[in-house]
């Protein structure tokens, strides 16, 4: 996908482009079912802003309706995403109340192995949880967490859970005071991880699962790449 | 019932281009504004009958019943504001169909049992509610990570509704730099929720496979 054709579908959004360049981006779509799918993640996007329909984003009725009407829209192919995906990341809020208390044990334990006891009960929540516990465990993600920022000036500050249920290092950056994140999460193994942007992502397959480390927060581009390098070469010496 | 979605987007029905493609048949045209606002309708709709799957396929009639008739389309008020008045419609209909059913099932049934079958049926779920609550948490996130001049033209769009034009002109800078603005801050928010969303295709085909 370019980002002409991208930016033309946000402002097809807004309603802001003529009914020739209207007809043209219906064309592109119809070649392309990851643009209509852009299409359906920039309305998140914009629902997201309103609180009540979020519930109902990933409700899809479009096919029913063009099945009722007879109409064949696009035709059934397989998109990068996996359902299980959606299905891991809601067990991983529900898993996030719970697993904080982890986290706070691991503030002051970080180069310590932690044992952490779940109850076996066969649920979402549960396997969530799990996942979680065992990154922590994992000595390739605390080895990860640890060497990322080796050159960086940057001072840990503590670890977090996030709403997703990633563990999250927090950084200063002592002379500017610009603090900074870096997220470790385990993630689905299905997930294909070439619909992101690897700029911005490093993706580390163990024998705990597969890790996602991803940086946030005000630090600026150099810094990040070199966080990113930093985790990758670490991994894969260790590896 | 409160029509907080009606709000007006600048002067001009935003989807009209759309619209006008689906009555010279672009069926295409159509699907885009179902993808578009399936999520509000079934919203609404789930306000009457507080029961998703049933909100379903109160969405799914009312856009059926607006495609059938889009042609009668005019465009004296905005795309949406018509479709909003067929859901609530088709929503009330549903209501009074129900109730209907319930004075019969009264008439006929003289035991004391009076559970409602309908009553039954599951609305949103905890972990929905849960997720599009971490959802939106991440969405406002990410807005509030983007650099001040995407963020204001962003936001003069999704909260004050003012066209391109109008945010090039507060903002003092040209149609083309507002577009990209607010590309780019979409972008870069969609990025942040990307692999947090269900393919649209693979939903409506779980949605199938349940029924």
Redesign the interface.
Same mark, same amino acid.
């Given at each position: 996908m370019n980002?002409a054709i991208?930016?033309r579908i946000? %402002?097809?959004?807004?309603? +802001?482009?003529?009914?020739f +360049?209207?007809?043209r981006v219906?064309e592109e779509?119809?070649d392309d079912?990851h643009l209509?799918? *852009?299409?359906? !993640?920039?309305? %998140?996007?914009? $629902?997201?802003?309103? $609180?009540?329909?979020? !519930?109902?984003?990933? !409700?899809?009725? @479009?096919?029913?309706? %063009?099945n $009722?009407?007879g109409?064949k829209? *696009?035709p059934? $192919?397989k998109?990068s995403?996996?359902?299980s995906?959606?299905s891991i990341?809601? @067990?991983s *809020?529900?898993a996030?109340s719970g697993i904080i208390a982890v986290i706070v044990v691991l503030t002051f334990n970080m180069q310590n192995t932690i044992s952490v006891d779940m109850v076996a009960e066969d649920s979402?929540s549960t396997q969530a949880s799990q996942r979680i516990a065992q990154a922590i465990e994992s000595p390739e993600a605390i080895n990860l967490l640890n060497t990322a920022v080796q050159g960086i000036e940057a001072k840990l500050e503590g670890l977090d859970s996030s !709403?997703?249920g990633m563990i999250q290092a927090n950084y200063v950056v002592p002379s500017s005071g610009h603090k900074f994140k870096v997220n470790l999460s385990p993630?689905s193994s299905s *997930?294909d991880i070439s619909?992101?942007?690897p700029s911005?992502l490093v993706y580390l397959r163990t024998n705990k699962g597969l890790f996602l480390l991803s940086i @946030?927060g005000n630090i600026d581009s150099k810094q990040k790449a070199k966080i990113l390098r930093n985790a990758a070469v670490s991994f894969n010496t260790n590896k | 019932m409160q029509e907080s979605h009606l709000k007006k987007v600048s002067n001009k029905d935003e989807d009209i281009a759309l619209v006008h493609r689906a009555q010279k048949g672009d069926y295409r045209a159509f699907d885009l504004l179902i993808l578009k606002y399936q999520a509000r309708v079934i919203t609404l709709a789930n306000k009457f009958v507080n029961d998703k799957q049933i909100a379903e396929d109160i969405a799914q009639e009312s856009f059926i019943k607006v495609y059938k008739s889009i042609g009668s389309f005019r465009g004296e008020s905005a795309f949406f504001t018509w479709l909003y008045r067929v859901a609530v419609n088709t929503a009330k209909n549903y209501l009074s169909s129900k109730k209907r059913k319930k004075e019969m099932l009264v008439s006929d049934i003289t035991d004391s049992d009076t559970t409602d079958p309908l009553s039954a049926l599951t609305t949103e779920s905890p972990e929905d509610i849960l997720a599009a609550n971490n959802l939106r948490e991440i969405i406002l996130k990410s807005f509030g990570d983007l650099p001040e001049e995407i963020r204001t033209a962003l936001s003069l769009r999704e909260f004050e509704g003012l066209s391109y034009q109008e945010i090039g002109k507060i903002l003092d800078c040209p149609v083309g730099t507002v577009r990209s603005r607010i590309f780019r801050g979409r972008e870069q928010i969609q990025e942040a929720i990307d692999h947090l969303l269900p393919s649209s295709i693979h939903a409506g085909n779980e949605r199938r496979k349940k029924e």
């Open positions: 980002k991208k930016e946000s %402002a097809l959004l807004d309603g +802001e482009l003529s009914e +360049e209207t007809r219906i779509i119809k079912p209509k799918q *852009y299409w359906s !993640s920039l309305v %998140a996007v914009r $629902e997201g802003f309103k $609180e009540e329909t979020l !519930s109902f984003i990933k !409700s899809d009725i @479009s096919r029913d309706i %063009a $009722e009407l109409y829209t *696009y059934e $192919e998109i995403k996996d359902e995906t959606w990341t809601k @067990s *809020y529900v996030a979402f !709403s997703l993630i *997930y619909t992101n942007q911005k @946030s | -």
